[in-house]
C-alpha cells in the first residue's frame, strides 16, 4: 500500500507557475514509476507526465516544455514544477503512483488559472 498526498495547487494568473508536490508513505525508489494526472470539469482523467523509477520522464504533448517532472527519492516526493500557465490548464491534479499491477492515487488539488 502506498498512501499519496498532494499539495502546491491554488490560484494563479496565467503566465505564473506553481510547484506540485506529492509525498508518498514509503521509499518511492521501489516504485515502476510515479506520475501527475489531471481531470477538469466534464472531461476525463488525462496524463499530464510521468517519471519512471529510472528517471524517464513523459509529457502531455499540451504541456511539454512548459511543466517539468522530477522526483527526490530520499523525501519520498515527486514534484511538478507548472511554469507559463494557462487557462486550460485548470483542473484538479492527482499523483499517482504504479507498483507492478497496483495503481495508487491521491486525493487531488485544485489548480486554477486565472485569465
Known amino acids: 500500500q502506498v498512501q499519496l498526498v498532494e499539495s502546491g495547487g491554488g490560484l494563479v494568473q496565467a503566465g505564473g507557475s506553481l510547484r506540485l508536490s506529492c509525498a508518498a508513505s514509503?521509499?518511492?525508489?521501489?516504485?515502476?514509476?510515479m506520475g501527475w494526472y489531471r481531470q477538469a470539469p466534464g472531461k476525463q482523467r488525462e496524463l499530464v507526465a510521468t517519471?519512471?523509477?529510472?528517471?524517464?520522464?513523459n509529457y502531455a504533448a499540451s504541456v511539454k516544455g512548459r511543466f517539468t517532472i522530477s522526483r527526490d527519492n530520499a523525501k519520498n516526493t515527486v514534484y511538478l514544477q507548472m511554469d507559463t500557465l494557462k487557462p486550460d490548464d485548470t483542473a484538479v491534479y492527482y499523483c499517482?503512483?504504479?507498483?507492478?499491477?497496483?495503481?495508487?492515487w491521491g486525493q487531488g488539488t485544485q489548480v486554477t488559472v486565472s485569465s
Open positions: 517519471i519512471t523509477s529510472g528517471g524517464s520522464t
Open positions: 514509503r521509499n518511492i525508489f521501489r516504485l515502476n514509476a
Open positions: 499517482h503512483a504504479l507498483q507492478i499491477r497496483d495503481n495508487y
